[in-house]
């Protein structure tokens, strides 16, 4: 409660500080601007992408879809600085600012935003309210389309040219339909990387079946046990002698890694690639090409797997893989989504462990 309070707070007095830097009360008067404009007149564009690896890939397609139709526009990248080094050869934009989404970092992202002159165009993914549209309109956007968590709170609302209402779909598709006004083609919906990913052939055994596991995530709800996991790889190798499991990860999963190997039966260690906290993100891409399987729930690198057309079995309760699920080639990715109720709530210390190990084997074995 305390939270919102803030939140709301922070909200109020945003804008009441545009109001009065602006002198306007919201920038609806752009929206009959905007469809009269000529768009080849567009050649300055901010992109707000700066939270999480999985929330860029899901925004990927949007940003490609910009790039298309402005191939001579200067495009402006605002990321999270972890993802620097994973966005930094991107060639969907020209200008990469990282961001810590903070409001005493605003002055310095509005000075590097204005590097590149006024934004004919601010496009906010996914950014961190109020502070985006904050910047956004201090660096003297004409234009600004939003699309986040409190789209529909009036404060946040009357500073957009156009947001989305009632959208109910993957979020994929919910970014392309937010920038539609901009494009004139039909944008694809495939999840992009900022450069292609070449696998070192020196490092791939062609006759393991390297199969990834991916046990951590965002909360604990959110994950599979590992004593699940740990039973999984017993049984994945008892069956097929060319399976090597490789454990990836965050390095604040480690703890998750060391409890799958206290579980799973020493003699199988030497199946086992341990690999959580050991690789930059450049590093994880390269492991999951080399995958013929990722296991995984709603995650990251799930969405890095999908984008390199890499099998993946995912588990989905808390949250919906209509919306965050994969999105294109459905017949290299198997789901399993189950629903989790009040009672269930009495019987599982982690939503995901309603999915049970035959359900997840089955999936897998139509893989390997």
């Not at 003297?140 to 156009?162: C, E, H, M, R």
């Not at 690789?279 to 709603?298: A, H, R």
């Not at 690198?301 to 949250?319: C, K, N, R, Y």
Request: proline content about 5%; hydrophobic content about 45%.
């Amino acid at each position: 409660m305390i939270r919102a309070l803030r939140k709301k707070i922070q909200l109020i007095l945003v804008n009441l500080f545009l109001r009065l830097y602006t002198g306007k009360n919201g920038l609806a008067s752009t929206q009959a601007e905007f469809a009269q404009e000529d768009k080849r007149n567009i050649k300055n564009i901010v992109i707000y992408s700066s939270t999480a690896l999985g929330d860029f890939m899901m925004n990927s397609p949007a940003i490609h879809a910009i790039r298309r139709e402005y191939p001579d526009a200067h495009i402006t990248l605002i990321c999270h600085k972890k993802m620097v080094q994973f966005l930094s050869a991107g060639k969907d934009w020209d200008s990469l600012i990282a961001w810590d989404n903070k409001l005493t970092t605003v002055s310095a992202l509005v000075d590097n935003i204005k590097q590149q002159g006024r934004p004919d165009a601010a496009i906010i993914l996914h950014s961190h309210t109020p502070y985006d549209f904050l910047s956004a309109l201090r660096a003297g956007a004409k234009y600004v389309f939003i699309d986040n968590d409190k789209q529909a709170i009036p404060l946040v609302s009357k500073w957009a040219t156009s947001r989305l209402k009632n959208f109910v779909g993957h979020t994929i598709q919910r970014k392309l339909e937010l920038i539609a006004p901009f494009l004139s083609h039909e944008p694809s919906r495939a999840m992009r990387l900022p450069a292609e990913v070449v696998v070192d052939e020196a490092t791939r055994d062609p006759a393991v079946k390297y199969v990834g596991f991916q046990m951590g995530a965002s909360s604990l709800r959110k994950c599979w046990s590992t004593e699940n996991f740990a039973r999984l790889a017993t049984q994945m190798i008892n069956d097929n002698d060319a399976v090597k499991i490789v454990l990836i990860g965050a390095p604040n999963e480690v703890a998750l890694q060391d409890k799958f190997l206290q579980q799973l039966d020493a003699r199988y260690h030497d199946r086992v690639l341990p690999l959580i906290g050991k690789t930059t993100i450049p590093g994880l891409l390269q492991e999951i090409k080399k995958m013929s399987l990722l296991v995984t729930s709603d995650t990251g690198p799930l969405h890095l797997a999908v984008a390199m057309q890499v099998p993946t079995v995912s588990m989905f309760v808390v949250t919906s893989p209509m919306l965050y699920g994969p999105y294109q080639d459905p017949e290299l990715h198997s789901v399993i989504y189950k629903a989790f109720t009040t009672f269930d709530e009495q019987h599982y210390a982690s939503a995901l462990d309603k999915i049970s190990l035959n359900e997840v084997y089955a999936r897998v074995k139509t893989f390997i």
